[in-house]
């Protein structure tokens, strides 16, 4: 008798302790620049209750929105220094640590659609590629979420790339400032969060800000009456990238978790912004707000400068090329880039790729 009471003893002590180990929780405190109330930061919200629920509440997300802690800027190093845990915003904000972060946060005049994009991710070698830049900075990347196309926002017209001559507006950092101002225009960079009271002020005459529909739930459109769209310009990665000490002592479930749920908000953001935009873009039609759809012509003046800037930035650092080259090699797999060479050919079929879209 008490050797079976011992052996139930220890029965239920090991199952109290494989109960522990598979109750192993995750707490994660996660910044995102967006604000609850636009589009980006419901789907934000769908995101945190995916990865609650499938874990069955192992795995807990406190989110700070509208950068609530530290600058949009900051997220990042705020992330890897333990201060938050993951960082919800986007890598071109990083590019000052390495230019190739350009390449993984916003190529400018690369890719139609966010498809093709989280196609080069997935299946064109550049998640690969892009884990190693970010593990040197001890962060881990969890993925994207695009929301296609942005839209410009200015108080004056911007029918066609000769409107940039002179058009003072807000711009991320890094590649987009010179590219902007190859074509006449004068970026001032400015933090995410500082763009409607920009534009009331009229410190700034534009902004790139985001797409149309969270444009539209800034309410930047209540301030100025021009935009592109559909856009052609810029399709922001946002980025999801957790301190790699944090995401390394996760359980591998809860890392599968984040990874799928992080691929599920992808394909939500790009299909729900297809939408949005359509509806943002007629209400603000009949609001009175100008859409301007760039020609062929200037759409391919825009990529032309765009592809100079990017061979360029290529030359800054190893990183730079790898992804630069990765990139336009998935572009000419796709047809994006003429196979030939990556000039006017590439440029032109770009452009009318953009202009069925």
């Given at each position: 008798m008490t050797i079976?009471?011992?052996?139930i003893a220890a029965l239920t002590a090991t199952t109290l302790l494989a109960g522990a180990a598979a109750a192993q929780t995750t707490t994660l405190r996660i910044q995102t620049h967006y604000g609850p109330e636009t589009p980006s930061g419901k789907?934000?919200?769908?995101?945190?209750?995916d990865v609650q629920t499938m874990s069955g509440g192992d795995i807990q997300i406190e989110m700070f929105y509208s950068s609530s802690v530290v600058k949009t800027v900051e997220t990042f190093d705020a992330a890897a220094n333990g201060i938050v845990d993951c960082d919800m915003t986007g890598g071109a904000y990083q590019t000052g640590k390495n230019?190739?972060?350009q390449f993984v946060g916003d190529i400018m005049g690369g890719y139609d659609t966010p498809y093709q994009q989280l196609s080069w991710l997935?299946?064109?070698?550049?998640?690969?590629k892009a884990q190693e830049l970010y593990n040197q900075f001890g962060m881990q990347l969890i993925g994207w979420w695009i929301y296609g196309q942005e839209s410009l926002a200015s108080s004056t017209e911007l029918k066609g790339i000769d409107d940039l001559k002179e058009w003072n507006f807000r711009s991320p950092p890094g590649l987009e400032t010179e590219i902007f101002a190859s074509l006449g225009a004068k970026p001032t960079v400015l933090d995410f969060t500082e763009v409607p009271t920009a534009l009331e002020t009229k410190l700034i005459s534009g902004a790139d800000a985001s797409g149309l529909a969270n444009n539209v739930g800034l309410g930047l459109y209540d301030i100025v009456n021009n935009a592109t769209y559909p856009g052609f310009h810029s399709m922001p990665s946002d980025h999801l990238a957790c301190n790699k000490s944090v995401y390394d002592a996760m359980p591998d479930a809860h890392k599968r978790i984040m990874n799928v749920a992080m691929?599920?908000?992808?394909?939500?953001?790009?299909?729900?912004?297809?939408?949005?935009n359509a509806e943002a873009a007629a209400q603000l039609r009949e609001k009175g707000v100008n859409l301007w759809d760039w020609s062929q012509e200037d759409r391919a003046k825009f990529r032309e400068a765009a592809q100079a800037k990017w061979q360029e930035w290529a030359e800054r650092s190893p990183e730079a090329k790898a992804l630069v080259d990765s990139h336009v090699a998935y572009l000419k797999e796709l047809g994006l880039i003429a196979s030939s060479d990556g000039g006017e050919a590439g440029n032109e079929a770009a452009a009318e790729g953009q202009s069925a879209n």
């Open positions: 079976i009471k011992s052996a789907l934000a919200a769908e995101f945190i209750d230019p190739a972060f997935y299946y064109g070698g550049g998640l690969e691929q599920a908000l992808a394909l939500k953001t790009a299909l729900t912004f297809e939408k949005e």
